[in-house]
């Protein structure tokens, strides 16, 4: 089992619908999950970041955490063509020294004009 | 702008041969990690350092090293290279303190492609 786990799509999506992305992690220990957006040929640029249960909205973004679960989804509202790009989830221990991120293998999204 | 820079951008080598990736971190931050992205797979952890020590490693072999200077720059060292050492090495940094959080920031990588 991948320690994080995202369905590699593609996942396509109308321009102006919303887009659904999802995440399982294994390590219950995990404190702190990221998204990142890499556009092709880019490096991850991170968009949200969430650390307790609930939702986080940052403008079109909203990022959902269920530690229960082991579940971390991240909603992109009004998508737009500019949003096509691969979508990493990314998680991370606090309670080391080391401070290291475990990714996801990302999912791409396409937004169809 | 992630105020993280890494160089070479795009490199060629060898089998066999030696690599030197470099990194300069955003002001501030102490701690350096690497990661290695294969395509259409995500950044892998290679190690950190915080304060010129490795301070954590993945699973990556001895061939893999590297350093952190005093201004917290920092180098990735690959020795004989091998084809499936072809990937985007990426640098990131942040810092240890409450204030800053913990954001990691991401630079722009350099493409390595082993012949």
């Known amino acids: 089992q991948k320690e994080v786990e995202q369905n590699s799509g593609p996942l396509s999506v109308p321009e102006g619908a919303i887009a659904s992305l999802n995440c399982t992690y294994s390590d219950r220990g995990s404190q702190s999950f990221f998204w990142y957006r890499q556009y092709s040929g880019k490096s991850p640029e991170l968009i949200m970041s969430?650390?307790?249960?609930g939702d986080k909205e940052d403008g079109r973004f909203t990022a959902q955490l269920n530690k229960a679960s082991q579940y971390v989804s991240l909603l992109i509202r009004d998508s737009q063509p500019s949003d096509s790009a691969t979508y990493l989830c990314a998680v991370k221990r606090e309670d080391t020294g080391r401070r290291a991120l475990t990714f996801g293998s990302g999912t791409r999204l396409q937004v169809q004009p | 702008e992630t105020g993280v820079t890494q160089s070479p951008t795009h490199l060629i080598k060898t089998r066999g041969q030696q690599v030197t990736l470099r990194c300069s971190s955003q002001s501030g931050h102490n701690t350096v990690s690497w990661y290695q992205q294969a395509l259409g797979q995500g950044p892998q952890f290679i190690f950190q350092?915080?304060?010129?020590?490795?301070?954590g490693r993945g699973n990556f072999p001895p061939r893999f090293s590297g350093l952190q200077f005093p201004n917290y720059s920092s180098e990735l060292n690959v020795n004989a290279l091998e084809l499936d050492d072809s990937a985007l090495y990426l640098c990131?940094?942040?810092?240890?303190?409450?204030?800053?959080?913990?954001?990691?920031?991401f630079g722009e990588g350099s493409w390595l492609t082993v012949v």
């Open positions: 350092y915080y304060r010129e020590e490795e301070n």
């Open positions: 990131a940094s942040s810092a240890r303190d409450r204030r800053s959080g913990n954001t990691i920031y």
């Open positions: 969430i650390y307790s249960n």
